[in-house]
């Protein structure tokens, strides 16, 4: 079992920046994907023991994916946010011993609770 808890959701204005927490516990990572979805819609992923990551085209170049090893944590820091980016924000961990897409959420075996972020115009 892996259990993984966010943080760091909140209101912002249209512009800002933030940056979502995932720590992970229960097992090592080393055989994962993390993700970031908002609700069901893909917004990022990392492969644990690469450190590679992977995003829409849509969001590329406005969000980033990272990872600390140490901490257990994954990251996704959020730039020039819009009214759009608006959503409950999941991560989600994805076991590469079993087949699938990175962008499907059908995929991922574990969930956390999911943190809200809020963005205005």
């Known amino acids: 079992q892996v259990q993984l808890v966010e943080s760091g959701g909140g209101s912002v204005q249209a512009g800002g920046s933030l940056r979502l927490s995932c720590a992970a516990s229960?097992?090592?990572?080393?055989?994962?994907?993390m993700a970031w979805f908002k609700e069901r819609e893909f917004v990022a992923a990392i492969r644990w023991s690469t450190?590679?990551?992977y995003y829409p085209d849509s969001l590329r170049g406005r969000f980033t994916a990272s990872r600390d090893s140490a901490k257990n944590t994954v990251y996704l820091e959020m730039n020039s946010l819009k009214p759009e980016d608006t959503g409950v924000y999941y991560c989600?961990?994805?076991?590469?011993?079993?087949?699938?897409?990175?962008?499907?959420?059908?995929?991922?075996?574990?969930w956390g609770q999911g943190t809200q972020v809020t963005v205005s115009s």
């Open positions: 450190g590679n990551t």
């Open positions: 989600a961990a994805f076991d590469l011993d079993y087949s699938g897409s990175f962008y499907d959420p059908n995929h991922y075996q574990y």
């Open positions: 229960g097992r090592t990572l080393s055989g994962y994907a």
